[in-house]
């Protein structure tokens, strides 16, 4: 399984993001997808994720009614639409995939660990 993210930058406090995740090889059918992401000095952890199979989500206190996760009717593309973004929302994203079952929305962004990460994209935001 391929991803691929883009989308990240400089942006300034209070901007808006949309970054996204690209699959090859395979759809989302049948799959939970997720973004997670790494400030620096701190663990990775997972933000939102979305159970394509029932519509299900999980969002982390932290980003939840700035952050929306969605995914392309063709269900290849990945997308994470970030509003008012503050100088804590910098670090580096990421998107994962991983099959439903046995992974849910909550169980992916709580329990995944890997030591395989895709490249990422970062996000800075600062004045």
């Known amino acids: 399984l391929s991803l691929v993210e883009s989308g990240g930058g400089l942006v300034q406090p209070g901007d808006s993001l949309i970054l996204s995740c690209a699959a090859s090889e395979f759809s989302f059918d049948g799959y939970v997808v997720g973004w997670f992401r790494q400030a620096p000095g701190k663990e990775r952890e997972g933000i939102t994720c979305?159970?394509?199979?029932?519509?299900?989500?999980y969002y982390a206190n932290s980003v939840k009614d700035r952050f929306t996760i969605s995914v392309d009717n063709a269900r290849i593309m990945m997308y994470l639409q970030m509003r008012n973004l503050t100088p804590e929302d910098t670090a580096v994203y990421y998107c994962?995939?991983?099959?439903?079952?046995?992974?849910?929305?909550?169980?992916?962004?709580?329990?995944?660990?890997?030591?395989?990460w895709g490249r990422g994209t970062q996000v800075t935001v600062s004045s």
């Open positions: 994962v995939a991983l099959p439903a079952p046995p992974f849910t929305a909550h169980r992916l962004c709580l329990y995944y660990q890997t030591n395989s």
């Open positions: 979305l159970n394509i199979g029932d519509g299900t989500t």
